[in-house]
């Protein structure tokens, strides 16, 4: 009697090495991201075994390791490089009347909420001026600029402390993730710099590890964008789109971009 199966497969347990190995290049490749405590619980080995097996999969050139876990490793797709990133108070200013129905539209996904973890950009700033007046909310933000809203806020706001980006006044870096890594939000909005049918992207490698986190530690996670930023790419892909749930716009995207979206089962809200 053939013991092969034995020795590979338990279930969604313990594997050999080499087959492990492989699934967690798939599951990386379908999901974007995954947490090395995740993929310690899926396949019931030591996040010591799970990040050999990530530094083995990083060398063959399948993965990229980052704090926590690893994403998938990408040739950079086609289409426009969306250059060095822009100032806020530049940013702020375009789309701003879009920027504004997209954040009351998307605070209406969180009318069964009580915590919600709030990224940093400018739709999300609009959109945490929004939800500072609920009073029912605890809004987690790495945002400076919405922590500053908590002096006339009806909302309960908690600022996640790290190092600082002055210019974006963004908290970001190792310690910002851990604490994030400990909380469980009901919803997570985010902001990008550019969402294609390859993905979602930021201009920032320190902010990208903090939306991943924002990600796997929220019940439903909400993409908030004007349609500039349909097409294109910057310089970290934080996901592919089956890492959210939903888009908020001013604009439906361009067919390509669409069919990907509802592929990815990923619900787009036009906001009027």
Known sequence: ?????????????????????????QIIHDRGFMSS???????????????????ELELRGVIQRTHGGAVTETHPPAGEDRGPEPFFDEREARARPAKLAIARAAAGLAADARSVALDVGTTTYALGQVLASEARLRVFTNNVRVAALGRRAGAEIYAIGGHIRPHEMAMCGPIAVEQASKLWFDIAYLGISAISVD???????????????????STRRV?????????????????????????VSEASPPAELAGALAQAGVEVIVAE
């Open 37 to 55: 405590a995740a993929l310690a619980e899926q396949f019931g080995v030591s996040e010591m075994t799970i990040r050999r097996d990530l530094a």
């Open 199 to 217: 993905g979602l992207f930021d201009y920032s490698v320190e902010e990208a590890e903090m939306k991943r986190v924002f990600c796997e530690r």
């Open 1 to 25: 009697m053939s013991t092969s199966g034995q020795h590979s497969v338990q279930g969604d347990g313990r594997l050999i090495g080499r087959v492990r190995k492989d699934r967690i290049a």
């Open 223 to 247: 993409v908030v964008a004007d349609s500039s930023k349909f097409g294109g790419r910057s310089l970290v892909q934080v996901g592919r789109l089956e890492c959210i749930d939903v888009l």
